[in-house]
């Protein structure tokens, strides 16, 4: 709101206090309901925010934030001094596209396939089957493939018997991003279907009526109706996922790696994990973390550009 | 039949042919190569769909296997013996029993202190003649977009405000989540003024307003989200792993990934049995634990499922 218009409907001033103070006064339930939901967010989301100073510091509990040694940017130079970095970086990168490669356009094809089954109790029994893993706890989904793809379990010993030597599924460097994309792709496709389910709906079906009159068969109705129709939701879908391009999903991670694929499966998630939570160095982990919070953001900003170029609305 | 007679009405008459239209993208005058698509389309779907429901229900029918089948037949579906003997196990050790309780406890206490949070923020917020209210909007929406990271989030709950070590550093730090507590919003801005406007006249206060008039009208909104926290705290082990400090105070999830995951055999906890007790089958324990972590999820789903859709529904039309 404008300055000018603020003060025309309040006053300025004094004026502007005692209205202030009525209008509180008046509202003053609503005010009080706010409490625990403002300091939830206070607490909880912008203290971590200002807490981001200790990555520029050298924290020591006892001190606190504010008294501890001040260090700059320390611990950005020693990150980039590791030469490490770069495996944490390209671990993340490469999970992550082979991830957006591999789950982004899953549940879009489900979704189209699933939009040309005309038996309706067909759909609803599929669509019930398809939505139940989203609802199963990444720990019991590790723990399902623990057992199938372990060395006891079924699918271990099949393909032994087919390819006449043995994959070890768990411990494989080789196999373990093609695991992690794979129980993924299981968990969440069917739930993604949803949404683009729910913007298939909103189709005009005369556009299809009247594309048959013209003689249009089924690929071309999916073509020039459809997937037109789809479109803004996968743009926007697509804007989202790439704010979190560096997420690779840390609490699925951590179940998953072990000392055998350590070489692929540390991440910079991972590696944040590690260093912060379990060996207690705060202001290092916390500097990295701010660099990937960073990236984040920019991606989702130009994700968001590139989708305004395209001429969709985009995120905002 | 019904059905068939609303699909068969758009019939065209065309340069002579009839043509039959039906209510979806499919019309009944098909080529062949669209019937081929059709096969191909239900088979693949069909395949989908058992892949995802297969490696449950293998799970399921292995647990009631004895260990000795587990260990000699290769790969089975179905035991040819059926046997108790992994529940009897799950059920006689503390540990998992205990776990389970907590479990519970934690969904039940988080569940309602998410949605006391998220009810008591949305409903302000939906006012628009509230002052301020632009500045708590772009507070909630600048916070899904940037957040501290993990390790300041983690210092601030474990040392700055103290609750490592309890239950209340699983409970507060998710108490609301910003995206359902805009959806909330939403659709509490929807409900017509008229009704909260007579409310006030009859001399309720905003808060009576809420509690008997809004609450028992979004109903079926507050049980959609309310699933979907209960489901997000039944499910969650790593706010447990990293606050948690007392073993007796874990969660089922956390028990079940060190079971499986670190591979830790729970010895401690079998020196405590009955020293008649046979040893306890390992693989078919897996099996049965993860049985025990999935059954309320699963008896649940059915009945919720439509809440759970309609939920991502609305979030996906108005969000």
Redesign the interface.
């Known amino acids: 709101?404008a300055r000018a218009e603020r003060q025309a409907m309040y006053g300025k001033g004094k004026e502007y206090w005692r209205r202030?103070l009525i209008?509180?006064a008046k509202?003053k339930?609503?005010?009080?309901?706010?409490i625990?939901?403002?300091i939830?967010?206070l607490?909880?989301?912008?203290?971590?925010?200002?807490?981001?100073i200790?990555g520029f510091e050298n924290y020591a509990?006892f001190l606190g934030p504010l008294k501890s040694e001040w260090r700059g940017l320390y611990w950005f130079q020693r990150f980039f001094a590791t030469r490490k970095w770069w495996d944490y970086l390209r671990n993340t990168l490469v999970l992550s596209f082979m991830s957006i490669i591999l789950t982004f356009p899953a549940p879009i094809i489900?979704a189209l396939?699933?939009?040309?089954?005309?038996n309706?109790h067909?759909k609803k029994?599929?669509q019930?089957?398809?939505?139940?893993?989203h609802?199963?706890?990444?720990?019991?989904v590790?723990?399902?493939t623990?057992?199938?793809f372990g060395a006891?379990g079924?699918i271990y010993?099949?393909t032994t018997q087919m390819l006449g030597h043995s994959i070890d599924y768990l411990g494989d460097p080789g196999v373990f991003r093609w695991m992690i994309v794979g129980q993924s792709i299981?968990k969440e496709?069917?739930?993604g279907t949803?949404?683009f389910l729910?913007?298939l709906t909103n189709v005009d079906?005369q556009l299809?009526?009247a594309a048959?009159?013209d003689g249009a068969?089924?690929a071309q109705?999916?073509w020039h109706?459809?997937l037109p129709a789809i479109r803004s939701?996968v743009v926007l879908m697509l804007v989202l996922r790439m704010?979190s391009v560096l997420d690779t999903g840390?609490?699925h991670l951590i179940?998953m790696s072990n000392s055998l694929n350590r070489s692929v499966s540390q991440t910079l998630?991972v590696f944040?994990?590690q260093n912060?939570?379990v060996n207690g160095q705060?202001s290092y982990?916390?500097a990295v973390?701010?660099m990937?919070?960073l990236v984040s953001?920019i991606m989702?900003v130009s994700a968001n550009k590139v989708a305004h170029m395209l001429g969709e609305e985009g995120l905002y | 039949m019904a059905?068939k007679d609303k699909q068969e009405i758009?019939s065209?008459q065309?340069n002579g042919k009839t043509?039959t239209?039906?209510?979806?993208?499919?019309?009944v005058?098909r080529?062949a190569?669209?019937v081929v698509?059709?096969i191909f389309?239900?088979l693949?779907?069909?395949l989908?769909?058992?892949?995802?429901?297969l490696?449950?229900i293998?799970?399921i029918f292995?647990s009631f296997a004895t260990e000795l089948e587990?260990?000699t037949r290769?790969?089975f579906i179905i035991p040819h013996t059926w046997s108790l003997d992994a529940y009897r196990y799950i059920f006689a050790s503390n540990k998992i029993l205990r776990s389970f309780g907590n479990s519970i406890l934690i969904t039940v206490c988080g569940t309602a202190i998410n949605l006391?949070?998220?009810v008591?923020?949305a409903?302000?917020?939906s006012?628009k003649y509230?002052?301020g209210r632009?500045a708590?909007h772009n507070?909630?929406i600048i916070?899904m977009?940037?957040?501290?990271?993990?390790?300041?989030?983690?210092?601030?709950?474990s040392?700055?405000?103290g609750l490592r070590g309890t239950y209340w550093a699983l409970l507060?730090?998710g108490?609301?989540s910003a995206y359902n507590?805009m959806i909330v919003k939403n659709f509490f801005a929807g409900i017509p003024q008229e009704l909260e406007e007579s409310a006030h006249l009859d001399g309720c206060?905003?808060?009576t307003t809420?509690a008997r008039i809004v609450l028992p009208l979004s109903l079926p909104v507050l049980a959609t989200f309310g699933l979907f926290y209960a489901?997000g705290h039944?499910?969650?082990?790593?706010g447990a792993m990293?606050y948690l400090t007392d073993d007796k105070m874990y969660p089922l999830?956390?028990i079940?990934?060190n079971i499986?995951?670190t591979a830790e055999a729970s010895a401690g906890d079998m020196s405590l049995m009955d020293p008649n007790f046979v040893e306890p089958p390992k693989?078919s324990i897996?099996?049965a634990?993860?049985v025990v972590?999935?059954v309320p999820?699963?008896c649940i789903?059915?009945f919720l499922?439509k809440y759970?859709?309609k939920g991502?529904?609305v979030g996906?039309?108005k969000g």
């Open positions: 709101m202030l209008d509180v509202n339930w609503l005010y009080i309901m706010l625990p939901g403002v939830y967010f607490v909880f989301k912008y203290l971590p925010m200002w807490g981001i200790i509990p489900l396939m699933l939009n040309e089954i005309r309706i067909f029994i599929t019930t089957l398809l939505y139940v893993p609802f199963i706890s990444i720990v019991i590790v723990s399902i623990y057992v199938i006891d079924i010993k099949l299981w496709t069917g739930w949803i949404i729910a913007a079906t299809y009526e048959m009159i068969n089924r109705r999916l109706i459809t939701t704010g840390y609490e179940l998630d944040v994990y912060g939570i705060y982990t916390t973390g701010l990937k919070s953001v989702v | 059905k758009n065209v065309l043509v239209i039906t209510n979806g993208p499919v019309g005058y080529t190569g669209s698509f059709d389309n239900y693949i779907i069909t989908v769909a058992l892949t995802t429901v490696p449950i293998y799970i292995n587990l260990q290769s790969m006391f949070c998220t008591t923020m409903y302000p917020l006012k509230l002052r632009s708590l507070m909630v916070s977009f940037f957040s501290g990271g993990m390790i300041p989030g983690y210092i601030v709950v040392s700055w405000l507060l730090p108490a609301i507590m206060n905003d808060l809420l489901v039944w499910n969650s082990y790593f990293i999830q956390l079940l990934r499986i995951v693989e897996k099996m634990v993860i972590a999935t999820i699963m789903y059915p499922q759970f859709v991502v529904m996906a039309l």
